[in-house]
């Protein structure tokens, strides 16, 4: 297949829109798929799951169903090295493709299962091993989405063209909480335990036939078509990767972690903190987190835009600070049980979540040389998620209820914030550089 270039204006500009709608929406549905469990873990999974420790030791029950949302993230450096071999090898677009399948495929299982009260102990162990398969599925699919845009992107616009997977984080949250709070207002509470939290899950299966029709449909990246025709490929991607580039992944992995370990707070543990701990009506938590997320949407697309302007480093920086700023002052909002309150508490963290996460994509892609860039910005992405996001909702629950005092995780969020500020002022801005190299 021969790919379009700047020769062709208007085709050129057709395949980009077909580039930025694939990766956008491929990476919407697989974090719908992710975040529709971090929720329902937060929500509901603990009764129906984990059922006799449930009525023994509610707290205890919590703390297990949040850990089975970290233990995904165990395996997604695994399906990381496994996709990004295979990206590196075979191509972005085969690997994005078997990527969404799977984690659809796991989703829509999950809404199959029995319950503890059917099965008994087996309904837990199945539960964890489809989250098992989403975990390893979604540690390959980011950064083929990443790379598609960035090495379709011209120069000059790579980290807008980036933010346009990263937005799919945001939109995949508002969309995982609006079918939540949709079946919740329709069915009512007590069928939504008893049934209704399966329909989520299988709703995947029609969202991955749309994002599969759209991912196909578009074309190679332009790096890997050159890495053929030079025949600049590794043999052995992985191994070429640490030997040369591991300082790299371990810096980016770093780098990376205070705004995974925010972005899940944002999307498991509020909700669930709001709803059970502070008793405040579960429909206005809900639209109210939704209405949050468009913050982080809108200043994922800022970030990448101000990346391209004044480096991704320093977008980086500016979005971390405001962070380290807000960890602590947030949960006093959140305490006053005020939806108002909550709102802004929720909105300001997405600001600098948005920020923050908008220029990653070229960030990460401009690091790594093209033969072994799938499997450095896959593992880097893996590793920095596993190291943020897998556990803090189980630790801001395990915090909250040792010490009964819900700013100390702000102490927590700021620790590793700070790390991240460091890890990325030791990066090297490379933005520009070429990215056939």
């Not at 509901?44 to 009525?55: I, W």
């Not at 994005?96 to 199959?112: H, K, W």
């Not at 799938?374 to 909702?393: D, E, K, N, R």
């Amino acid at each position: 297949m021969t790919t379009m270039t700047a020769d062709d204006p208007v085709a050129y500009r057709r395949e980009q829109k077909k580039i930025l709608a694939g990766t956008l929406v491929g990476t919407s549905i697989e974090w719908y798929d992710f975040f529709i469990y971090a929720q329902a873990a937060g929500l509901v999974l603990s009764p129906l799951f984990l059922k006799p420790l449930n009525e023994e030791n509610p707290g205890l029950a919590q703390i297990i169903s949040f850990a089975t949302v970290g233990i995904s993230f165990l395996f997604r450096p695994v399906g990381a090295i496994v996709a990004g071999h295979l990206g590196d090898r075979i191509g972005r677009k085969k690997v994005l493709v078997l990527t969404l399948v799977l984690m659809g495929v796991a989703t829509a299982l999950i809404g199959l299962l029995p319950t503890y009260a059917s099965i008994g102990i087996a309904a837990p162990i199945l539960l964890i091993t489809l989250r098992i398969v989403q975990g390893f599925a979604a540690g390959g699919e980011w950064g083929g989405a990443a790379l598609m845009a960035v090495e379709h992107a011209p120069t000059h616009r790579r980290a807008f063209f980036g933010s346009f997977p990263q937005i799919g984080v945001p939109i995949g949250l508002i969309l995982a909480t609006s079918v939540l709070f949709a079946l919740q207002k329709i069915l009512g509470r007590d069928a939504f335990l008893e049934w209704g939290w399966r329909i989520p899950f299988l709703a995947s299966v029609l969202l991955i036939v749309v994002g599969w029709i759209i991912r196909r449909t578009v074309e190679e990246s332009p790096v890997f078509h050159h890495m053929q025709e030079t025949k600049k490929g590794s043999a052995a991607p992985l191994r070429q990767l640490f030997r040369s580039n591991s300082k790299e992944v371990i810096v980016a992995a770093l780098s990376f972690i205070s705004v995974n370990c925010a972005g899940y707070l944002l999307i498991a543990f509020f909700i669930s903190y709001m709803s059970k701990s502070l008793k405040v009506g579960l429909d206005g938590v809900l639209i109210t987190t939704t209405l949050a997320a468009f913050g982080w949407l809108a200043f994922a697309l800022v970030g990448g835009l101000l990346a391209d302007r004044i480096g991704r480093v320093r977008t980086f920086q500016i979005g971390y600070s405001i962070i380290l700023l807000w960890c602590i002052p947030m949960w006093f909002l959140m305490d006053t049980k005020s939806l108002g309150w909550y709102f802004v508490a929720a909105f300001v963290l997405s600001i600098g979540l948005g920020l923050a996460y908008g220029p990653q994509a070229a960030l990460y892609s401009e690091l790594f040389p093209a033969a072994v860039r799938y499997s450095g910005v896959s593992i880097a992405y893996a590793i920095g998620a596993v190291l943020g996001g897998a556990f803090a909702p189980t630790i801001s629950e395990w915090i909250l209820r040792t010490t009964g005092e819900s700013w100390h995780i702000g102490i927590y969020v700021g620790i590793v914030t700070i790390i991240s500020l460091i890890a990325m002022s030791s990066i090297k801005d490379k933005r520009g550089v070429d990215l056939n190299s």
